[in-house]
């Protein structure tokens, strides 16, 4: 059995670092194999918000892997200049060398997809996209991916759930979900609303929806997701880790 931590808009900035001390002992205590990132690690995509979020991240999870993707957070909102020529300059500074796009583990392959989105014809620039390049590279990595077994990791839900239909959808949305159902894709990971949610109606790929691990904003919630993979396929525990409870979900067969 193989268990992966989902954390996911810690924003960093917001929270006080009680909470965020408090946050870290059970991420630790868990000890998970591997810890998947999902973005919006900063408020304001600030150089010191950067900085406290590996900071953070790499206490937790000093000897395992670490796989991350940006979220629309992690790139400047207000400073148009950075925002189209150099969106991810801070995000790049500030990651840690050894923060890889994909994963090969015993038994499951995790590929990051990276939908954050500069600007579109819409006024809501928060929402993603997954343009014809990310696409391309997508596919390859699918193929060049050690296990048949794969779930994907991106910032912004592909599909949204019932209650969050009036939220813009990812560009591409389709193009990419076709792709992942060719490939053979089991689970999305993603996070960006700060509510949970498991899409199962659709069949695959399944999708999981994480809390913000740190803000309340939105929705009230605040946790994190251990995701198990072993011989009888997937599973997710979710941690609400402020009252050390779980609650388990299955995935279907
Ligand atoms: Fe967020
Ligand atoms: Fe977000």
Partial sequence: M???????DLHLGEA??????EFASDLIAEAPDALLVGGDLTRAARGVEFIAAWRLLESVAPHIPVLAVPGNHDIPHWDLVDRFFKPKADWQAALPDRVVTSLDLPGLSVIGLDTVSRAQWHLDWSAGSVSSRRLRALEEALEARANPRCVVL?????RHPGWATQRQ????AALALDLLRREGVELILSGHLHRAALL???GRPWQ???PSALSERGSGQMGWT???????GL?????DWRARQEQREALPA
């Fill in 169 to 172: 959808p990812v560009r591409n």
């Fill in 16 to 21: 006080p670092p009680a909470l965020v001390e």
């Fill in 226 to 232: 251990m995701l198990e993979c072993g011989e009888a």
């Fill in 208 to 210: 999981v929806i994480t």
């Fill in 235 to 239: 599973s997710i525990r979710r941690r």
């Fill in 154 to 158: 991106t910032h912004h839900p592909l």
């Fill in 200 to 202: 199962t109606d659709e």
């Fill in 2 to 8: 193989i268990r992966l931590a989902h954390v996911t």
